[in-house]
């Protein structure tokens, strides 16, 4: 057998285990998949909120997304907000909140594009709003406080340049719900109480049906 011979015969089995190893790596990210899609599948369907569900939504369409071969942990969330958001830069409004109460960090949850905090009776918060460092997308936050008797009041923010400020006094616990929301143009917004930067949010005794706003 010539030297010519035996080379070919060695690149064949080369190229045969690589083919091996491809299909080998092909199964097992399909079987891993297959697990993450189901479990995701699941959340979705077994959330409580619709909170919950658009947050299981968006982590089910990230992860279809990455079984594309040029999509990956770095570069999802980029692709998914130029599919899914329409944002004419390709991402959507991203926002940090932090809560403090007598002069204390209080804890905030995350939820898919806002956050979630509990406000205790007869307490004195401060909200800070903050768009994410490194978008240039634009919007608002709108702002749900509701109470434990289902009384519900919504606000917007303006929209978000840089740090943005509110205080939030109640005789009564509240939940506190913030979602950021891409948006452009002002009259695009919806048609809901605005509540400026420097606004502190006054909710009257629950006998009253809405709230008051003041400044600093």
Known sequence: MSMGSGTKILLAELIMILVVLIVFWIVIVFIRSNAELRYLRDALRDADSAG?????????????????????????????GFLFHGAGDGRALHIHMRLY???????VYTLEGGYTAHLAADTDYT?????SGGTTASGFCTLTLTDGAGGVVSYRTDMIEGDYTLRIMSDRSLLLTAEAVGCKK???????????????????PAERSSADVSYF
Not at 101 to 107: I, S
Not at 127 to 131: G, K
């Open 52 to 80: 919950e569900r658009r947050y299981w939504r968006r982590q089910l369409r990230c992860r279809y997304l990455r079984l594309l071969p040029f999509v990956g942990p770095r570069n999802v969330e980029r692709i998914y």
């Open 127 to 131: 909200v800070l709003l903050r768009r």
């Open 101 to 107: 109460a007598n002069g204390e960090e209080q804890r």
């Open 186 to 204: 002002p009259e695009h917004m919806p048609d809901i109480p605005v509540a400026a930067n420097g606004t502190v949010v006054v909710i009257p």
